[in-house]
């Protein structure tokens, strides 16, 4: 997982913001990544917006360069692809079903192997089941409309929000957010990577 793509919908705020924040996590916990950003609806050479770039400056972060739009050639490159939404994730594999088996939402990722997502992978078999049945004309039972709104109530929102026309406040909590979720997943590496070794 040394090449890591990050994915928002312009890349000006949330996912270079990710892209500075998980650089520098990287550099200070000594993991090798190659970390870019990239925009599914982005037009490329637009500056980060002004204050993505403050909420850096005041956490003395690296700005990355100005914003790319998501490409083939991106997607090919990347070993994990990360996104801001469920959303985003959508958009990429409508585009490149072949990235899969490397896509996720930044949440879903460093939640992986916590028991929210067999609540996760239970609520997209029944909707993938209830997709089959509205093909073939036939009615959600009433036991899978109840136990798929238990699941969604029970599961959490794997977004982070946009903070794109906000204050300045509003883009440092966001940027709050995604350090907090970046930590999360060094963390887990680190556990995975111990517990491998202690395997040995």
Known sequence: MNRVLI???????????AEA?????????????????????????????????????????EIPGTSTSLSAEEVVWANLILTMTAGHKRAILERYP????????LKEYALRGDPVMDDVAEAERIYSEWQVKQLLGE???DEEKVRLFELQRRIPDFDVADPFGGPLSLYERTADEIEDILLMLIDKWDRDRGNSRAGD
């Open 7 to 17: 994915v928002c919908t312009g890349n000006t705020c949330r996912s270079p913001m």
């Open 21 to 61: 924040i998980f650089k520098d996590l990287a550099a200070r916990s000594g993991k090798p990544l190659e970390i870019r950003s990239a925009g599914i609806a982005a037009a490329n050479g637009s500056p980060i917006s002004p204050n993505a770039a403050e909420t850096l400056k005041r956490r003395k972060l």
């Open 98 to 105: 072949e990235a899969l088996s490397k896509t996720f939402t």
């Open 139 to 141: 009615p959600m039972t």
